[in-house]
């Protein structure tokens, strides 16, 4: 079954650097999401992406991240000058479609570490 | 405000029926209650949704109350595998609202 594949596995970094998260999404899916979880905490919504242009983003994706489908098959998460509170799980998601019906496929997330 | 609240956590025994239930009293009507889960170091994964009906697929029920403000995921035979985190969801506006989520755990 195609899945989404997300690398890399677990970043670390250091305060105040840029760092890009990369995700492969099923290839017949047009909707793109980013989600994150903090340890401890709930799953967070971050963004979704179609046709190139951000669709809908929450009160998190500030002008600290940014999202960008630079090929027909990568789908990147850029955080660019990251903060300890960054540190989370971020989640890579896809869609075939936009609607209620239609679910998300996650990838296996990465783990970002900003020490 | 789009919330839901499941218990933190719940035991069952290998190969009995699991009810997981939510509450999701402030729903609205337009709100699809959806059920993910996450087994341990993974990406959650969708199990099934609705809206006012119940719902059957091969993983799981649904059933939903008539005036929509709580929802029961019915897993029908629990096995090992399915020891995960169950996160019932409201989507609104095509965002997943995500709550905390009960821990399943599963004796054999």
């Known amino acids: 079954e195609p899945e989404v594949t997300q690398t890399p596995s677990h970043q670390v970094t250091q305060m105040g650097q840029e760092v890009i998260l990369r995700c492969v999404p099923i290839s017949n899916h047009l909707y793109f999401y980013w989600y994150r979880q903090i340890l401890g905490q709930k799953v967070e919504f971050l963004v979704s992406?179609?046709?190139?242009?951000?669709?809908?983003k929450s009160e998190i994706f500030d002008d600290q991240f940014s999202v960008e489908r630079p090929d027909g098959s990568n789908f990147t998460l850029k955080i660019r000058s990251t903060k300890l509170e960054d540190s989370a799980m971020y989640f890579c998601a896809s869609s075939i479609d936009r609607g209620y019906n239609s679910p998300l496929h996650f990838g296996n997330g990465t783990r970002l570490t900003v020490t | 405000d789009a919330k839901t609240t499941q218990p933190n956590s719940m035991e069952s025994n290998e190969e009995e029926p699991v009810h997981l239930p939510c509450n999701h009293s402030?729903?609205?009507?337009?709100?699809?209650i959806h059920w993910y889960r996450q087994l341990p170091s993974q990406g959650p994964e969708y199990v099934i949704h609705?809206?006012?009906?119940?719902v059957n697929n091969r993983m799981a029920s649904l059933a939903i109350a008539e005036d929509r403000k709580s929802s029961t995921l019915i897993l029908h035979r629990a096995t090992l595998r399915d020891a995960a985190v169950y996160y019932c969801?409201?989507?609104?506006?095509?965002?997943?609202?995500w709550g905390a989520g009960t821990k399943l755990i599963i004796k054999p």
């Open positions: 609705g809206l006012t009906s119940n």
């Open positions: 402030t729903i609205s009507g337009t709100d699809y």
């Open positions: 969801i409201l989507m609104r506006n095509y965002q997943l609202i």
């Open positions: 992406f179609y046709n190139n242009e951000i669709s809908e």
